[in-house]
């Protein structure tokens, strides 16, 4: 099983929890997922330019997800490196919900570190 290397807590993906532990307007990556046998089972991952809280609010609503864990980053390039990053590790579109490759930044010229894609 890859890792997030995300530090923090796992947390059920409600508003409340949403609101109370991720930080306003700041870029992030983040994963949504489900428990199984005590560890997170990893479903999706996605990532925010400029409002990590907000862009999880989101996924809060649409009640596809149980579970979420994330990291703020203090640039786009470092939360979209660390999406890449994730997506490739955790199966790409084989296990996870995102059936494409993270999309790069506009504007930014940043290439995905691991396969160097840029769409
Ligand atoms: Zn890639």
């Given amino acids: ?56 609010l989101l996924h ?7 579970r979420f864990k994330f990291k703020v980053f203090g640039t786009v390039e470092e939360a979209f490196a660390k999406e890449c990053q994730l997506w490739h590790d955790f199966g790409e579109a084989q296990f996870l919900a995102n059936e494409n490759h993270p999309a790069p930044p506009k504007g930014l010229g940043v290439v995905c570190p691991v396969c160097r894609e840029n769409r």
């Avoid at 809060?60 to 149980?66: L, N, Q, R, S, V």
Wanted: charged letters at 30%.
């Fill in 60 to 66: 809060a609503g649409e009640k596809k997800y149980e």
């Fill in 1 to 56: 099983m890859p890792s997030t290397g995300f530090n923090g807590d796992v947390y059920r993906l409600t508003h409340e929890n949403v609101n109370f532990n991720v930080p306003k307007a700041t870029p992030g990556a983040y994963v949504l997922g489900h428990r199984k046998d005590g560890a997170l089972i990893v479903d999706y991952v996605g990532r925010s330019d400029n409002d990590l809280r907000e862009r999880l």
